[in-house]
């Protein structure tokens, strides 16, 4: 194809929207968007050209068609074998209720046939059990050494069966027409206290409304499944939007906290200074108060006394600390024989007075 088909095909606007919402249409069970398709486009001529070779279900022309027509033989063979298996179910039906009907009253003698009925399908179910088919040894010994034609000996006299063939048909036919009143008594209640003629006639179109109905059904579910589609996508798509959203708002909240954050810092920074000066204060004022409690009238007169008594002697003392020192300067004056001479006195001094406490105590003990 030519660049100008190219960029008619896939242009974002005109035919391209259109030729998108062909291939999302051609192709429902593809998880496809719109974005995919613009974003290549390519792969969007593709879709359009196998579009044409396929259903939306992927299967080709020519498949399709082989596909229909073994359906419609498949629901041939559907038919015959419903219809054989209703006619077998329904003469099973009627064998079980004349047992009921044996065992609760006393049968009508003419209702024996159902006994012979009964004999006849267990022999023909037991000649299908024994029937040899192609695929098996033809040399291969049967059950119990029977035959078909020993199980046929079984079957009710000639006579009975002709009976049996001219009453089962009335039989069966008012079983089903029973069984076909009770469901059209179950499909529509109200149709229940119709008359029979009615209701035969009911029963023509039935058939008809059940197809009617499942048609209806099978394209609501069709619908629903379309939908159920249509919802996936378009919550794929929600959560997307909402991811998107998600993200702008944590980055404006982001940017609004960093704005913010230094009034912030200082409003918590004032409140703190404020608060550590409150609770100052209240040291404070306990301090006053333990002092208050701690001090009284008497204490602080007793303290007076005591700190005047104690300057006197600190000034006592200071004085006689100044006459020692001037003392001491007087001698430091009359140099190192002077400082000789007084070492000697006082170790003289402190002999004298050890020997006075040698002699107290010996006059002491003398005593």
């Known amino acids: 194809m030519s660049r100008g088909a190219d960029t008619t095909d896939v242009s974002p606007l005109g035919s391209g929207d ?14 496809l968007t719109e974005g995919d398709l613009t974003q290549n486009p390519q792969f969007c001529k593709l879709l359009v050209t196998l579009a044409q070779h396929v259903d939306p279900t992927g299967l080709t022309v020519p498949l399709k068609t082989e596909l229909e027509k073994a359906e419609q033989r498949l629901q041939s063979q559907r038919r015959q074998w419903l219809r ?7 003469l099973q039906e009627m064998i079980q209720d004349y047992h009921v009907r044996k065992r609760v009253t006393t049968v009508p003698p003419d209702q024996s046939m159902f006994y012979e009925m009964m004999k006849c399908l267990l022999v023909a179910r037991c000649v299908r059990q024994l029937d040899l ?14 035959t078909p034609q020993h199980l ?4 009710p006299s000639e006579q009975n069966v002709q009976r049996m063939q001219q ?10 027409k029973e069984k076909c009143f009770s469901l059209l008594a179950y499909y529509q209640p109200q149709w229940e206290s119709e008359s029979e003629g009615l209701k035969a006639s009911k029963l023509t179109h039935m058939s008809a409304q059940l197809d009617k109905d499942k048609r209806r059904a099978e394209r609501l579910k069709e619908l629903c499944r379309e939908n159920t589609v249509l919802l996936q996508r378009q919550t794929g798509l929600y959560l997307s939007e909402m991811t998107k959203c998600i993200h702008l708002l944590q980055s404006f909240i982001l940017e609004h906290r960093l704005r913010i954050q230094t009034e ?18 209240k040291i404070k004022a306990e301090m006053v108060e333990v002092q208050l409690d701690t001090y009284t009238a008497d204490t602080i007169s007793t303290h007076r ?7 006197s002697e600190l000034n006592a003392c200071i004085a006689e600390k100044q006459c020692v020192e001037l003392k001491l300067a007087s001698f430091e004056i009359l140099g190192k024989e002077f400082e000789t001479l007084a070492e000697e006195y006082c170790r003289l001094r402190h002999e004298l007075e050890m020997k006075n406490w040698v002699w107290k105590e010996f006059h002491q003990h003398d005593k």
């Open 18 to 31: 259109s030729l998108r919402q062909q291939v999302l249409a051609s192709f429902p069970l593809c998880d």
């Open 84 to 90: 054989s298996e209703s006619l077998h179910r329904g």
């Open 133 to 146: 088919s192609s695929n098996t040894n033809q040399d291969q010994p049967s059950v119990l050494g029977l």
């Open 152 to 155: 046929m000996e079984l079957m």
């Open 167 to 176: 009453s089962v048909p009335r039989q069966l036919e008012k079983h089903l």
């Open 264 to 281: 912030l810092d200082r409003k918590k920074l004032d409140y703190f200074e404020g608060k550590c000066e409150l609770v100052l204060q």
């Open 305 to 311: 006394k005591i700190r005047e008594k104690l300057e």
